[in-house]
């Protein structure tokens, strides 16, 4: 899978923008923040497009969050 600009897109870019999703910084986007409750940690177990959610509990929403636009 590659960028809009040719580079090669990794599990570490997944987890960067879930992280920033998952856990705002500077209480920005803080509607979003309560669809990914049971989210523990976002994790990228190698250099695939491959990423790990770990949850605090199990969350039957967190699929449709993670299709969702919103």
């Given at each position: 899978?590659?960028?809009?600009?040719?580079?090669?897109?990794?599990?570490?870019?997944?987890?960067a923008?879930?992280?920033k999703i998952?856990?705002?910084p500077?209480r920005?986007?803080?509607?979003?923040?309560?669809?990914?409750?049971?989210?523990?940690?976002i994790e990228?177990?190698?250099?695939?497009?491959?990423?790990?959610?770990?949850?605090?509990?199990?969350?039957?929403?967190?699929?449709?969050?993670?299709?969702?636009?919103?």
């Amino acid at each position: 899978m590659k960028f809009h600009d040719g580079t090669e897109a990794t599990s570490r870019d997944v987890e960067a923008t879930y992280d920033k999703i998952v856990f705002p910084p500077h209480r920005r986007d803080l509607y979003r923040k309560g669809a990914y409750r049971a989210v523990e940690a976002i994790e990228a177990p190698g250099s695939r497009i491959r990423s790990r959610f770990r949850l605090k509990r199990p969350g039957g929403l967190l699929l449709i969050n993670l299709a969702s636009s919103l």
